[in-house]
Every structure is written in structure tokens, then in C-alpha cells.
């Protein structure tokens, strides 16, 4: 039995209220509220650099053991990142967000009342991987659902949720270390998920026929590109169908290494600015910056990549990854570093909309959950490794060159397995 297309309204579906079908696209509602979940759980994520002078003063840690609590963290939270793309295909967005904003919540809590190293593997890397591991999956799919013609501009938006919570929450974390602890901090963090995440998941809908509506807001199913009907066949591809192309390993290898030069980078540069000397705030600001560049490079990237191509995008970005790298090696005051965050804070955002809106156009949109949970295990293990073993390196040498350099080089190889891809016209 043929599925329906993406820009068809199932004829079982019953259409929803008329204000939700009126002149304004809901689907804009529904981009706004994985906004505010994504910038507040990437956020969360991605402060975890700004705790980590001070996990290793209460635990007596080296560098490698303390990266290690955030590698078992994001290996479960790629493993948990496939059941929930197959949850939130089966049962929707609202009911995976609200359970997702409750156990981060809770993880949060307990995170910051652990006594014992195991309480810490079990509150951080265990719990906060299920409480969000699978929000990049959770509104970058329902997003991709209510969009055709303007996917990566509304992926876009959505992923400025990792600059937004990154230049919010990580200031907000060590403002809150210095004035108190780090287990008030943790504590904070907790009542902000429960306090946002939880209302925004109430707004959120699977699908435009849920409301009777069409993607992108249309009156009528929008007429087919001639790439988009030779390659009709492919918006349907199962999980196990895509899984057999080229394309995913492709995919895969890229989101491997994307994450693991974004994870390096976010939980080692503000180590590596207090090892120099800088102020606490200050370097906890580097991290800021890189996020609140990422916020614009995402916006005009994505509407570029719908003009020019996702392909070229994605590869210029990819690029701006490695020589942002390079320049960390001999970075050393705090301009240098501010150079860095700006030029990294571009790449970084820039690469997201066009590599997330290839899914949608390789494999289609009916198993997109489950499909991108899948390559989230490249990104999860690419997390895992990437601030491990930079901070082994770090003990081993004393020196976060190397490292440094690998992730430069790993981004290059990012770079020509993006040029690889297929078009969506061609199977992989």
C-alpha cells in the first residue's frame, strides 16, 4: 500500500480548530516552542565546560576522568536519541517533551546533591541522557514535518536554540558558581527546565494534517520540482532501506565529526583559558560568544542554503571548523580566543541547517525520527570522544595541540563526505 505523500492530508485525519487553519501558519507556533526546549536543553548541555574546574576540585580528577562523565553522557544520550525518534513517530512530540522535561529536571536535581562519584554517572550521565538525549532529534523532526519549501530556514531558527541556551545558561552557570556553588547552579538549571520545557512541549503538534493544514502553510498540495518527482521514491525509504545507502554513512561519518570537534571545543576551551591565566567569567564568555554568533550564521546560512545549495553550505562550513582550530592552537590572551569563538561560532552554526535539512530530501519525512536518531549514534559517539580524548592527550602531554589539531583535520574529512552526498534526485 502506497504511503501518502509528504504535502498530502490524510483522508482519516480530522482537521482542527479554524483558527488553527487560519491565515497564520501554526507551523511558525510550533518552530517557536522547539526553540525554547532547544535552548533550553542544548544549553544545559553545553555548560557543562563552565562546571568542570570545579567537578575536578570536589572530586580530585584528572582531565580525561572528568571528560569522561560527559562521554558516557552523550554515548547513552545517542543510544537513548533512537528510541526516542521511534517514540516521537508512534506517539508525538507533545507527550516525548513534557516526559523529556520532567527526568532532565529531575537528573539536574540529583546532580546537584550527589555525594559519591557513581551518584554523579548516575544522576548526569545516566538520567540527563534520558531526559535529553533525543531533543536534537525531537525538533529538528517535527520541525522538518511542517516545512517543504522552507525547511532549513525553520531548521534554522529551531537550531539557534544551541547559541541561544549556550549564551544564556553558560554565563548564568558560573555567575551562579562564583556567587554560591556548583551544586546551586545544577539546582537552577533544574527548575529552568521544569519551569520551560514543559509549558513549550503543550504547543507542540506532530504533523500539519493533525490541524487539516498543508506544510509551509499552502491552500493547495504545492506542484512538484522535477528533482522532487524523480526522487519521489526515496521520501519514503525505511529506516533499514536507508541504512543500506551510501548517503547515511556519509551522513554519519559528517555528524561523527562535526560533533566530535563541537564537543572538544565546548567542554575544553574554557579549561584551557583558566590553564592561561583568564578569569573565570571571562573564559566562561568564550563559550558565550561561540553561541551567540551561531545564532545569526544559522539564520542567514539556512536561507543561503536554500538558494545556493546545502551541499556548498555544509562544505564552507565545514572548512571554517578547521581553520578556527588551527588559530585555537596558538591562541593565548583573550582576544585571541574571542577570534576564535567568532569564527568558530559561524562554522558551527552555519552546518547545522543544511546537513539536517539532506535527511528530510535523502530519505523523506514518514521515518524521519527514527532515521535521525540513527545518525545520532555518529554524533553521540563523535561527543564521547571527542572531549575524551582531548583530555587524555592533555594529561599525556600537557599541551592541547594535538587535540586541537585532530579535530582540524577530522573536519576536512567532514568536508568530502559532505561533497559525496547524493543529490536527492539520485539514490545513493
Not at 572528568?66 to 525518534?85: D, E, N, Q
Not at 517543504?148 to 553558560?170: D, F, K, N, S, V
Not at 509549558?199 to 493547495?220: H, M, T, Y
Not at 569563538?341 to 530530501?361: E, K, M
Request: charged share 10%; hydrophobic share 55%.
Amino acid at each position: 500500500m502506497r504511503e501518502p505523500h509528504p504535502i498530502e492530508v490524510s483522508g482519516g485525519e480530522t482537521p482542527g480548530p479554524a483558527w488553527l487553519r487560519g491565515r497564520f501558519f501554526y507551523g511558525w507556533v510550533v518552530v517557536a516552542s522547539c526553540l525554547l526546549v532547544s535552548s533550553v536543553l542544548w544549553g544545559i548541555r553545553y555548560s557543562f565546560g563552565v562546571f568542570f574546574k570545579s567537578l575536578e576540585a570536589e572530586f580530585g580528577w584528572t582531565r580525561a576522568m572528568t571528560s569522561g562523565v560527559f562521554a558516557i553522557h552523550m554515548i547513552l544520550a545517542s543510544l537513548f536519541a533512537i528510541i526516542g525518534g521511534w517514540a516521537l513517530d508512534r506517539y508525538g512530540p507533545k507527550v516525548v517533551v513534557v516526559i523529556m522535561g520532567m527526568v532532565t529536571g529531575i537528573s539536574l536535581f540529583l546532580t546537584g546533591r550527589v555525594e559519591h562519584v557513581w551518584q554523579l554517572y548516575l544522576a548526569y550521565s545516566l538520567l540527563l541522557a534520558l531526559g535529553s538525549g533525543a531533543s536534537y532529534i525531537v525538533v529538528m523532526s517535527t520541525g522538518s514535518r511542517w516545512f517543504l519549501r522552507q525547511r532549513a530556514t525553520a531548521l534554522a531558527i529551531i537550531g539557534t536554540g544551541a547559541g541561544l541556551g549556550t549564551l544564556i545558561m553558560a554565563p548564568v552557570a558560573a555567575q551562579l558558581i562564583s556567587a554560591y556553588n556548583w551544586r546551586a547552579s545544577f539546582l537552577a538549571l533544574a527548575v529552568i527546565a521544569w519551569a520551560l520545557v514543559i509549558p513549550a512541549a503543550l504547543f507542540l503538534k506532530k504533523e500539519p494534517a493533525e490541524i487539516g493544514a498543508l506544510p509551509d502553510g499552502d491552500r493547495e498540495p504545492a506542484g512538484l520540482s522535477e528533482n522532487t518527482a524523480a526522487g519521489i521514491e526515496l521520501r519514503y525509504l525505511s529506516l533499514v532501506e536507508a541504512l543500506k545507502t551510501h548517503s547515511f554513512w556519509l551522513l554519519f561519518l559528517t555528524w561523527f565529526a562535526y560533533s566530535f570537534c563541537l564537543h572538544l571545543v565546548m567542554t575544553h576551551v574554557v579549561p584551557r583559558a583558566l590553564d592561561l591565566g583568564i578569569p573565570p567569567v571571562q573564559a566562561a564568555a568564550i563559550v558565550s560568544v561561540i553561541g551567540a554568533v551561531s545564532i545569526p550564521s544559522r539564520l542567514i546560512v539556512g536561507r543561503i542554503s536554500d538558494k545556493v545549495g546545502k551541499r556548498v553550505t555544509g562544505i564552507v562550513c565545514a572548512l571554517l571548523h578547521t581553520l578556527a582550530l588551527l588559530w585555537l592552537i596558538s591562541s593565548t590572551r583573550v582576544w585571541m580566543f574571542h577570534l576564535f569563538a567568532v569564527a568558530y561560532g559561524i562554522g558551527y552554526g552555519g552546518i547545522d541547517p543544511p546537513i539536517v535539512a539532506l535527511i528530510g530530501d535523502l530519505f523523506g519525512l514518514r521515518r524521519v525520527g527514527v532515521i535521525m536518531g540513527s545518525l545520532v549514534v555518529g554524533w553521540g559517539l563523535g561527543a564521547a570522544l571527542g572531549p575524551y580524548l582531548t583530555g587524555l592527550i592533555f594529561d599525556l602531554s600537557n599541551s592541547y595541540s594535538l587535540a586541537f589539531l585532530a579535530g582540524a583535520l577530522i573536519m576536512v574529512m567532514a568536508a568530502v563526505s559532505i561533497s559525496r552526498l547524493k543529490s536527492p534526485a539520485q539514490r545513493p
